[in-house]
Every structure is written in structure tokens, then in C-alpha cells.
């Protein structure tokens, strides 16, 4: 995939969500075929020979290609929420943001001692929220487990927020 395609198709919305903000519209991404399937086509060649067995996507733009990438993979897909998303027995993992705290689910019998994971989201910013869901997958006894955004913004210096040893991988910088 042309990292330049992908430039070109991602939306910039300036003062969204408060002023001062730059927001990456992903969808844009997403509605073009080209930059979907590339994107797909990019991440399964990350992937395809890790092992992996399972895919977790971030709530909720990381579903998308999470979901995509888990049937290309052969592997399932595994949905991380906010609280009172998921009906079954969850786990949980609570982590401090800028003002308070927010908290990441899964549940409980979702990952086990033999999978292989790879944690997906669409923007890597500060980092907290995959990091997070990093610590809640190894707590679930993950054999192993990779990160993958979309986009990383590296003035932000998310990669901070994981260990040396977490290899973390982007399809494009910011």
C-alpha cells in the first residue's frame, strides 16, 4: 500500500473534538476500496506468519479492520469495550488519562494461555487505551502479543506507554 495514498484519502478536521485539536478521519480511509483493501493486503503480510489466533479490536474504529484481518488471518476476533458493552463474564483493566481514569473489557473466556494475539486501533496518540488492553490480554495469559495501529502520531510519543519488549507497528506517521 502507497503510504502517500493513504495521506491523501485521510480526512483532517481541525478543532474536533475542542478547539486546538486536529482530528484523523479514518472512515475516509475505510469508505475507499483501494485504501481498504491495501491496508488488509499490508497488515496480512505484517501478520501472516505469526501465528496468529486471535485479533482484538480497540472500541470501535478498530473493528473494522480488526474484524477484516482476523477472517483474512484464520484467526478470531475479539471485541475490546468500554464498560456494560459486553453481556458475558468480563475482565477488566482500568488506566489513568489525562483528567480521571477510563476502563477497557473483554471477556473473560475470550483469550487463553495458547493464543497469539495481535491488539488493533486505528490511532496511536498517547497510547493509553492499547496499553491498557495490552496489560488485560497478558493477564489473560496470551502466549504472545503484537500492536498494530493505522496511524501513529509521533509528536505524541505513544510508544512511550509500552515496554521495550511489545513490538508495536504502524501503517502510517504523523
Known sequence: MNKETLKKNLREIPDFPIPGILFYDVTTLFKNAECLQGMIDELYEMYKDKGITKVVGIESRGFILG????????????????????????????????????????????????????????????????AATYRLVKRCGAKQAFVNFVIELKGLNGRKAFTDDVEVTTLLQL
Open 67 to 130: 474484524g477484516a484481518l482476523a477472517a483474512r488471518l484464520g484467526a478470531g476476533f475479539i471485541m475490546a469495550r468500554k464498560p456494560g458493552k459486553l453481556p458475558a463474564e468480563v475482565v477488566e483493566e482500568t488506566y489513568a488519562k489525562e483528567y480521571g481514569t477510563d476502563t477497557i473489557q473483554i471477556h473473560k473466556d475470550a483469550i487463553n494461555e495458547n493464543d497469539i494475539v495481535l491488539l488493533h486501533d486505528d490511532l496511536l496518540a498517547t497510547g493509553g487505551t492499547m
